[in-house]
């Protein structure tokens, strides 16, 4: 007892410290989490996050709106102070665009995505400065679970691994941690792709040396880690090159560009197609829409353009020349007789009814206005 | 000769008055650390360069060493260093361990020399940082089997940079005492 006093501090380390191995190691062992503890951290510390984001957006836009408004005043007679003044609200509008852009950007995929998916916002980081984890601002109540995947329009993000009632931790696929079976768009080469540390690199394992990997192709992912949708982009071959047993392969992850403000957590995901040959979130040029066919054409204008549709035409003004209803003649009728020229009959015609008109030859037929019929359907 | 005396002198605790324990308001041991933790999970979302300054560390060097008792210290230090790991992926009990023995270092310095010394400070937060560099590495590698790179001159590097910001910082911290 009195050794004990003598060494107390010591003693009290030396408990401190074998307190948390054990409760080091137990997790470590059991693979468990002592989630009590993270829950009420996580909890406590959410709101006032919320709190600090909210903080700061009101504190720029105030910021944003006092230089502007003393900018005005002194428009007039100060024009330097003008020009800064309405570079900073250039930039501001910038950032606002491009937060609205991203807004509709992540609106627009979440519309066509098949994926069930729950729009969440990064509102911190961890702790670790060595791990890649960000907090975002949706729980357990929203429906987020443990192991769902997290991405962006331009590709995957992370997965969830621990969702609080308000919050949920997002491991990146930037750290160390992190693994996810990836294949390559265009040799279809399959790897596990794996986190670095670093915000701009990943590294795609187990491709052999043998397999062709080009510099600057799609990888995607396969769907086989039960964690990620098949056919979801993750990133582009930022080198290849030949190691010691497996070849050395670094993507540039497309999820990560641009910053990380706004994510998507899939909340039921479904399997895609990898795509053919065109990378994912290009830019792909529509055609503009077809003119209204119901619409009339102006007199003189070409309204058909096949041989089918000139063909169509030229019976219609056939049986216009000869008083015939295609559709309507009985068994047995005299046909129309398709080897009559239309337009020398219907010069023919008018020369008839006035017989000072011009000559025959010159005259030309009005152009039909009538409705092409649909595809599939003879003419009659 | 004198002069290195003189040295010694001013860094080494020579009366009890040096001795004494400093005495912080309440609520700026409990708003402190947190602000520091707070700091550290969502400044760097704006600023990525902030995310190797390490207050929380630098903070539990300074009360540990402030206080001058090493149970201090270890509480201290085991206490930031669990809230730390609770708002990290990893499993509870790396940061605290961690951490609980900076304290106990801290502590056990903070009762020999002059903590009040800028010099000291420095040097003090240098050391401190690389050791809960190293220790960290050595954990993770050992008992979570990560494979966390450890570069010495990028640590000895930002060991500088967070000693210098440690030392705007106490002085910032000298203020909140009794």
Same mark, same amino acid.
């Given at each position: 007892m009195d050794l004990l006093s003598r060494?107390?501090?010591?003693?009290?380390?030396?408990?401190?410290?074998?307190?948390?191995?054990?409760?080091?190691?137990?997790?470590?062992?059991?693979?468990?989490?002592?989630?009590?503890?993270?829950?009420?951290?996580? $909890?406590?510390?959410?709101?006032?996050?919320?709190?600090?984001?909210?903080?700061?957006?009101g504190t720029v836009d105030s910021l944003g709106r006092y230089v502007n408004l003393h900018n005005l005043a002194d428009e007039n007679q100060q024009l330097s102070k003008d020009v800064g003044r309405l570079k900073l609200e250039n930039q501001y509008l910038k950032s606002e665009l491009r937060s609205a852009d991203r807004a509709v950007a992540l609106g627009a995929f979440q519309a066509r995505d098949p994926s069930k998916t729950l729009p969440a916002r990064v509102i911190g980081l961890s702790t670790s400065a060595s791990s890649r984890v960000v907090f975002i601002d949706r729980g357990s109540l929203g429906g987020v679970m443990r192991g769902m995947a997290v991405i962006t329009p331009d590709g995957i993000v992370g997965k969830v691994i621990a969702a609080y009632p308000t919050a949920s931790q997002v491991l990146l696929l930037t750290d160390p941690t992190f693994a996810a079976g990836v294949i390559s768009q265009k040799h279809r080469v399959r790897g596990t792709l794996v986190g670095l540390g670093q915000t701009s690199k990943c590294m795609v394992e187990y491709i052999q040396n043998e397999e062709k990997v080009d510099a600057g192709e799609w990888f995607y992912t396969t769907g086989d880690d039960g964690v990620f949708p098949k056919g979801l982009p993750v990133g582009?071959?930022?080198?290849?090159?030949?190691?010691?047993?497996?070849?050395?392969?670094?993507?540039?992850?497309?999820g990560l560009q641009g910053g990380l403000e706004e994510v998507l957590v899939i909340l039921e995901g479904v399997h895609q197609?990898?795509?053919?040959?065109?990378?994912?979130?290009?830019?792909?040029?529509?055609?503009?829409?077809?003119?209204?066919? $119901?619409?009339?054409?102006?007199?003189?204008?070409? $309204?058909?353009?096949?041989?089918?549709?000139?063909?169509?035409?030229? #019976?219609?003004?056939?049986?216009?020349?000869?008083?015939? $209803?295609?559709?309507q003649g009985l068994p047995g009728s005299k046909p129309p007789d398709f080897n009559l020229d239309p337009d020398a009959a219907a010069a023919k015609a008018r020369a008839a009814a006035t017989p000072s008109a011009a000559p025959a030859a010159t005259a030309k037929p009005t152009a039909t206005t009538t409705k092409p019929a649909p595809a599939g359907v003879p003419a009659q | 000769m004198s002069r290195d005396?003189?040295?010694?002198?001013?860094?080494?605790?020579?009366?009890?008055?040096?001795?004494?324990?400093?005495?912080?308001?309440?609520?700026?041991?409990?708003?402190?650390?947190?602000?520091?933790?707070?700091?550290?999970? #969502?400044?760097?979302?704006?600023?990525?360069?902030?995310? #190797?300054?390490?207050?929380?560390?630098?903070?539990?060097?300074?009360?540990?060493?402030?206080?001058?008792?090493?149970?201090?210290?270890?509480?201290?230090?085991?206490?930031?260093?669990?809230?730390?790991?609770?708002?990290?992926?990893?499993?509870?009990?790396?940061?605290?361990?961690?951490l609980t023995l900076v304290? #106990?270092?801290?502590?056990?310095?903070?009762?020999?020399?002059?903590?009040?010394?800028?010099?000291?400070?420095?040097?003090?937060?240098?050391?401190?940082?690389?050791?809960?560099?190293?220790?960290?590495?050595?954990?993770?590698?050992?008992?979570?089997?990560?494979?966390?790179?450890?570069?010495?001159?990028?640590?000895?590097?930002?060991?500088?940079?967070?000693?210098a910001v440690g030392i705007s910082l106490y002085h910032f911290l000298d203020k909140l005492k009794e």
């Open positions: 060494y107390r501090n010591v003693t009290v380390l030396a408990l401190v410290i074998f307190a948390q191995l054990i409760l080091l190691g137990y997790q470590v062992k059991s693979n468990q989490d002592i989630r009590l503890i993270r829950v009420w951290a996580v $909890t406590a510390v959410t709101p006032i996050a919320k709190l600090i984001d909210t903080v700061r957006g582009t071959v930022a080198s290849a090159q030949p190691g010691q047993q497996d070849q050395m392969v670094y993507l540039a992850p497309s197609p990898i795509p053919e040959g065109q990378a994912p979130g290009s830019t792909v040029h529509l055609q503009t829409p077809a003119p209204d066919e $119901t619409a009339p054409t102006e007199p003189g204008a070409p $309204t058909m353009s096949t041989d089918a549709d000139r063909m169509r035409q030229r #019976y219609q003004r056939i049986g216009a020349a000869e008083n015939h $209803t295609f559709g | 005396r003189d040295l010694s002198d001013q860094i080494l605790i020579g009366s009890a008055r040096e001795r004494g324990v400093a005495r912080f308001r309440r609520w700026g041991l409990i708003a402190v650390p947190l602000l520091a933790i707070l700091f550290q999970v #969502y400044v760097p979302r704006y600023y990525e360069s902030l995310r #190797y300054l390490e207050l929380p560390l630098l903070v539990t060097v300074y009360f540990a060493l402030m206080r001058r008792s090493q149970i201090a210290g270890i509480f201290i230090g085991a206490g930031i260093g669990l809230v730390q790991d609770s708002l990290s992926p990893q499993p509870i009990g790396v940061f605290g361990l961690d304290g #106990y270092f801290a502590a056990s310095v903070g009762m020999r020399i002059d903590v009040e010394h800028v010099l000291i400070r420095f040097v003090l937060a240098f050391t401190l940082f690389v050791f809960h560099q190293s220790f960290y590495w050595a954990l993770a590698r050992a008992f979570l089997g990560q494979r966390v790179l450890f570069d010495l001159q990028h640590t000895a590097i930002l060991g500088l940079l967070n000693a």
